[in-house]
């Protein structure tokens, strides 16, 4: 297609992907396998992301499409076996939602404690669509931006897009995110996050963003977006009818004398090559906003480090600043994306090693875990014995923060809670108490969590 090209922005869903011309391409058991895969997960694309992303010679094992199209293999064989049974069948609803939320719920919907340790409290009550875990940063979601343009396979956030309600973080209006911010002085950062809050239109938007710039939340010096649009859907920044004004609105936030920074979701290279996804990038930045680079490292999509190092010299050539490398979250697939946390390591190093200064701004590979983000500092032997070196990167007490800390190497451990400490220790120096809390969210001790920082309702006793 050619680069002039007038898109427009047309979703397509397990309802409506029958409709689009690439549905064709699949032989019957991907058909299958999107038919039932979306069922438990969530499934949404678009025009642009099946026209110009996929590559579709190479499907299934292309990245794209395995980043955007449910796959079998992504739930265990009995559950897709017993959902593909009630389909064939013709089941009743009612049946085959229930085996759906049992899937869903042994998926562990919300790790790291963001439903039972991150809401904070206003005057006594839980602040819906708010999270506060660390000390400078308050997340924020409001409720017209928890769509995407297209939908990640491997996402973290899947709860919110599956009409898991009661799992669900969305606000339908800041004056209580704006009253909470002025009684937390300490807060300088707001990332307004979703899904993606760029899949609101400007006006919208504005409605969010605008009450932030009022002089007495002058603390508040950095407002974040976190998005994907810039890679599924650049036509948001370029093409799309209210474009301008979306870049208006940057503009507006940066004169207003605070640090615009759009947090850019890119999984693969091939996300920021193509010529519209490069123009957004360069009107993005005209505005005087900042894009950072950041994504999670998954199995099937990016381990090759030319991959990174390649997304990550191209996007400075832009002008944007290379930020994260994630570990995939313990969540939704996870069984099918992970990858051991020592060739996580091996990954980043080999790509770190190969790009100039201007691309080491990149921090990884990290784990968003229950007390904070922890990183994978190296694999070293010390005293005869081979460890990982981790650090915090943030954390729920700021004094952990770049405090090093050594686990027991293990090449099969993927998340923070298969380590065991180095040195015999009988456990990390952050579970030696809890954290100290919000001023307005209960004190907490935590006497066990379990997989993924999520507590089990007796393990929790409150203590203020």
Known sequence: MQDDQVWKFRPYTRQTIRQAPQWALLAAEQQQAVEVVSR????????????????????????????????????????????????????????IERVVHGIRMRM????AGQMTHNVPYLDGVPLN????????????????????????TFCFRWPQFVGMDELKFDARASHDLVEYLKRHRDVTDVLITGGDP????????????????VPELAHV???????????????????????????RLFEKVVKSGRNLALMGHYNHPREIQHPIAQQAVRRIIATGATLRIQAPLIRHINEDPAGWADLW????KLGAIPYYMFVERDTGPSDYFKLPLARAYEIFQAAYRTVSGLARTVRGPS????????????????????VFA????QARNPEWVRRPFYAKFDPQATWLDELVPAFGAKRFFFEQDAAPRHESIPLVRIEQAKRGGQTRPDALETVA
């Not at 010299?313 to 400075?316: F, P, S, W």
């Open 313 to 316: 010299t191209t996007g400075v």
């Open 198 to 213: 760029l899949v609101m239109n400007a006006r919208s938007l504005a409605e969010y963003l605008e009450p932030l710039l």
């Open 390 to 393: 981790l650090q915090f990167l």
């Open 40 to 95: 438990v997960l969530p499934f949404r694309v678009n025009p642009y992301v099946l026209s110009e992303l996929i590559d579709w010679d190479k499907v299934p094992d292309d990245p794209i499409y395995r980043l955007t199209f449910p796959h079998r293999d992504m739930l265990r064989e009995n559950e897709f076996a017993a959902l593909a049974d009630l389909l064939a069948g013709g089941a009743p609803e009612s049946d």
């Open 221 to 247: 010096q950095n407002i974040r977006i976190g998005t994907k649009s810039v890679a599924y859907w650049p036509q948001r920044f370029v093409s799309d009818k209210d474009s301008d004004d979306l870049l």
């Open 129 to 152: 669509g708010v999270q506060h875990k660390y000390r400078e940063t308050v997340l924020f979601f409001p409720s017209a931006g928890q769509s995407c343009h297209a939908y990640c």
């Open 108 to 111: 562990n919907p919300h790790p």
């Open 367 to 386: 784990m968003s875990a229950f007390p904070g983000k922890v990183m994978v500092d190296g694999i070293v032997e010390i005293a005869g014995e081979k």
